[in-house]
């Protein structure tokens, strides 16, 4: 803790009064001691979602590639940027495409807001997916993480769902073709469908009505339900022990330990089970023994004292200040300034305004949605319902079907043949229907070579 | 009453009775919080359903027979019909796809959709594509006054012209 400035007299609390300001809100120096930096993701609000420390496993950047935390990061620039266009947006269909007008025309950075929302969207769907992927190769769904993965999945049913209500907000032709297309999807729905469809447009055809709803659903109501199951799936990562790691990162010395971190350590001399040399981590208490160390745990909050060790396994954790945060600040850097060079280079797309006499031809919904189209362009139930159901169902119960827990936390593990195999197929079947639905679908839907 | 003394403790009438009215009451009170929140999700369901819309009519005039010459077909997209006059008689299309909704073109055979491709025949009948059923026909009305009336609340078997 930081000494409080105490001096008296009128002046002295003065003198006195900025500095005690800033001490009171940031408690602790820039941390010099592993106390330090322990308090510093303890004591901070904003930090204390992340453990204290961290395992060095989870750092790895070929691991995850940070995909979870780009699509948490898009959402981030989603939610200022939408704000943001929200104070010029009318939800009215004589307005609407005006107001997308004005945007461009007259308002300051109005172009460059939209642009960078609508990209961040199509990256963040794109994000979600392949860190869905990732934690699929991986094996990381695998128990005790089942439940996070349910939540995962809905996330990504819940970022398709905000996209979809996003484009009908412009009010252009592709705006009200892809809304009068994918409502009518949903009226394949067995027994409740044309309920579904009335309640979603609020009307028989697309309007007003349709336009307010999806703009209530896209503002308030999806993303409420989407923060609420980020903090959830945030949440539960921590109580799930962390990010999935092969059970040997926990067994085994990591080479680059004895670089960093060297005072919390104590060499535990009864155990030989490990082979020595995989790394040689320094302590007062050795005994000739190398390789095992007792893990610590600090209770920061109530003793400051020595720290609990507790079980026989190596440490191969990490302080989460400096590392994580830093890990976690370049990838948010990174995703901004991507989102930043695109929206300068590449502008938004905007259609001609509303026709409801004319759909353009051909038709179609945002790349991420033309393996659905190609789907339902051979049966609109099959395509637009049973299947998608189905792939939903199987992937929400993936964790409870494939019970044996084994090659978490590698890539493609030999041991996950099977289930990687199969995971591949429906991925790629899925980015070959988007391939053939952009490149290969030209007038009235028939199949054109884009040579 | 000292506990340990008794290694089993047996309950008396009295206590069965708190019991079974406790465990009454729990059960109670669990079915009337769930039946509450089920009653407020339908709530909720009927509010955001709503009552009166404010789209288009489903019967509307379509204007004089004179203005559909013999032999024409002709869409009027807005209302997504097309009337078809062969001779004397007289009859209203849907325009709107039966796959997922988007309006045909008369084309050279029949109706094509642009968004997935169906093809319909002049009598709205599947010729190729996705969509499931064939071009509903819609009642025509003369009214009094010799303006045609289209109703698209009723369906009409395929081939029922009305004669002007």
């Not at chain 1, 204390?48 to 961290?54: D, N, R």
């Not at chain 1, 997916?129 to 769904?141: D, I, K, Q």
């Not at chain 1, 905000?162 to 412009?170: A, E």
């Not at chain 1, 959830?232 to 067994?251: M, N, Q, Y």
Request: charged fraction near 15%; aromatic fraction near 12%.
């Amino acid at each position: 803790m930081v000494q409080r400035v105490r001096r008296n007299g009128l002046f002295g609390v003065l003198k006195d009064l900025p500095r005690n300001i800033w001490d009171s809100i940031f408690r602790h120096p820039l941390p010099s001691s592993d106390l330090g930096r322990a308090q510093t993701s303890f004591t901070n609000f904003f930090l204390h979602i992340h453990p204290v420390k961290v395992h060095r496993h989870t750092l790895r950047p070929t691991y995850t590639f940070g995909l979870g935390l780009i699509s948490f990061f898009l959402f981030l620039i989603l939610t200022v940027t939408g704000i943001l266009l929200m104070f010029y947006y009318v939800p009215s269909t004589t307005q609407a495409y005006d107001r997308m007008l004005d945007l461009r025309g007259s308002v300051a950075f109005g172009t460059f807001l939209r642009n960078m929302h609508r990209w961040s969207a199509h990256g963040m769907v794109a994000a979600v997916f392949l860190h869905m992927c990732r934690v699929f190769f991986t094996g990381s769904y695998q128990s005790p993480r089942e439940f996070n993965w349910v939540i995962g999945v809905l996330l990504f049913l819940v970022t398709l769902f905000m996209s979809f209500t996003g484009y009908l907000l412009p009010w252009d032709q592709l705006a009200f073709w892809a809304i009068t297309v994918g409502t009518s999807i949903a009226a394949y729905a067995p027994v409740f469908g044309q309920e579904i469809r009335f309640l979603l447009l609020g009307d028989n055809t697309v309007g007003q009505e349709a336009l307010l709803r999806f703009y209530v659903l896209h503002v308030a109501v999806l993303p409420l339900i989407l923060s609420l199951l980020v903090a959830v799936h945030f949440w539960r990562i921590r109580k799930d022990g962390g990010l999935s790691r092969p059970p040997e990162a926990d067994t085994e010395l990591f080479e680059s330990q004895a670089q960093t971190d060297e005072p919390v350590r104590e060499i535990e001399p009864a155990s030989a089970t490990l082979a020595a040399g995989v790394g040689a981590p320094v302590g007062d208490t050795t005994t000739g023994m190398m390789g095992v160390v007792k893990r610590r745990y600090g209770i920061q909050g109530l003793v400051r004292g020595p720290f609990t060790t507790i079980g026989n396994v190596p440490d191969n954790s990490v302080f989460s200040w400096p590392h994580l945060f830093m890990a976690e600040l370049f990838v948010f850097v990174l995703t901004v300034a991507g989102v930043l060079v695109v929206s300068f280079f590449f502008a938004a797309p905007l259609e001609e305004p509303v026709n409801v006499q004319h759909p353009p031809n051909p038709a179609k919904a945002p790349w991420y949605f033309l393996g659905l189209q190609e789907m339902v362009s051979y049966s609109a139930f099959w395509g637009g319902v049973g299947i998608p159901t189905i792939e939903v169902l199987i992937l929400l119960l993936v964790p409870y079907i494939d019970r044996r827990v084994r090659g978490v936390g590698r890539w493609f593990a030999r041991e996950r043949l099977l289930p990687n195999t199969l995971f591949l197929i429906f991925a790629l079947t899925n980015v070959i229907l988007i391939i053939i639905g952009t490149f290969f679908r030209g007038p009235n839907w028939e199949f054109v070579s884009p040579w | 009453m000292s506990m340990t003394k008794k290694a089993i403790h047996k309950p008396t009438a009295a206590e069965d009775e708190l019991t079974t009215r406790r465990r009454f009451l729990t059960w109670l009170s669990g079915v009337g919080l769930v039946g509450s929140a089920i009653i407020s999700i339908f709530s909720n369901l009927i509010f955001i359903k709503p009552r009166a819309t404010y789209g288009e009519p489903n019967r509307f005039p379509i204007g004089r027979p004179e203005e559909f010459p013999p032999g024409t077909r002709i869409s009027i997209d807005d209302k997504r019909v097309c009337i078809v006059r062969e001779g004397n008689r007289l009859a209203a299309i849907s325009t709107t796809c039966t796959h997922l909704g988007c309006i045909v073109a008369a084309s050279e055979t029949g109706f094509a959709c642009p968004c997935h491709g169906s093809r319909f025949d002049q009598d709205g009948n599947v010729t190729g594509g996705p969509a499931p059923k064939p071009l509903p026909w819609y009642q025509v009305n003369l009214a009094p006054n010799g303006e045609l009336e289209v109703d698209k609340d009723t369906e009409v078997p395929p081939g029922t012209y009305i004669t002007v």
